[in-house]
Nanobody, 128 residues
Framework: QLQLVESGGGLVQPGGSLRLSCAASGLPLDSYSIGWFRQAPGKEREGVSCISARDGSMTKYADFVKGRFTISRDNAKNTVYLQMNNVKPEDTAVYFC????????????????????WGQGTQVTVSS
């Protein structure tokens, strides 16, 4: 069965850290750019970060996470990570990973229309 599975979410205090994982089964990730998105209650899903295919040489971040979050990939494990540091209450959301609709795109973008395969999400709650 083809699926993306996010994990690593949970409850964390402001200023703390979490590492989210996006693991794929039944489909390869290495030749696709991958994006992370989030959706807070009552809000639209928004782009957080993305990483280009293969060597992941290109990464992009939304302004609200720059300097705090880091995206990376381990193709041997068919997994993409989102390291979240210095988290804030406004980072509270369900976080989703998604796979680009086309392989070897050469770049990535934190816009939803680029992605056609999504995971089910993992909840991140930042609260003291």
């Amino acid at each position: 069965q083809l699926q993306l599975v996010e994990s690593g979410g949970g409850l964390v205090q402001p200023g703390g850290s979490l590492r989210l994982s996006c693991a794929a089964s039944g489909l390869p990730l290495d030749s696709y750019s991958i994006g992370w998105f989030r959706q807070a209650p009552g809000k639209e899903r928004e782009g957080v970060s993305c990483i280009s295919a293969r060597d992941g040489s290109m990464t992009k971040y939304a302004d609200f996470v720059k300097g705090r979050f880091t995206i990376s990939r381990d193709n041997a494990k068919n997994t993409v990570y989102l390291q979240m540091n210095n988290v804030k209450p406004e980072d509270t959301a369900v976080y989703f990973c998604a796979r680009d609709w086309r392989p070897d795109a050469g770049n990535c973008a934190v816009t939803k229309h680029r992605y056609n395969f999504w995971g089910q999400g993992t909840q991140v709650t930042v609260s003291s």
